[in-house]
């Protein structure tokens, strides 16, 4: 059974800063694609970062990094300096081989920022 579960959101104040954390099991870790995504209110979900299996990260937000522990089978999100726009339910993606292999998602964590 793969599992990614999500910790670390909660409530800050704008400025601060935050660290979610997404645990893998079931899955080769370091053989997927590891991403973040974020769903506000009424929009649609969004890619914050993405780490490759090699460990090239696209980051959308930069005063956000993505690093990956693979040894731990854990994916992080390092959030500074955070401000109202962030809040929002983050996600927890892995995937590999493309659009016809295996993708799955964590129940998402909620971070809330307040000014």
């Known amino acids: 059974q793969v599992t990614l579960v999500e910790s670390g959101g909660g409530l800050a104040q704008s400025g601060e800063s935050l660290r979610l954390s997404c645990k893998a099991s079931?899955?080769?870790?370091?053989?997927?694609?590891m991403a973040w995504y974020r769903q506000a209110p009424g929009n649609e979900r969004e890619l914050v970062a993405r780490?490759?299996?090699?460990g090239s990260a696209t980051n959308k937000v930069s005063r956000f990094s993505i690093p990956r522990d693979n040894a731990a089978s854990t994916l992080l999100l390092q959030m500074n300096s955070l401000q109202p726009e962030d809040t929002a339910i983050y996600y927890c993606?892995?995937?590999?081989?493309?659009?016809?292999?295996?993708?799955?998602w964590g129940q998402g964590t909620q971070v809330t920022v307040s000014s």
């Open positions: 993606d892995a995937r590999r081989g493309g659009a016809a292999g295996f993708d799955y």
């Open positions: 079931g899955i080769a870790f370091r053989n997927y694609v």
């Open positions: 780490i490759t299996t090699g």
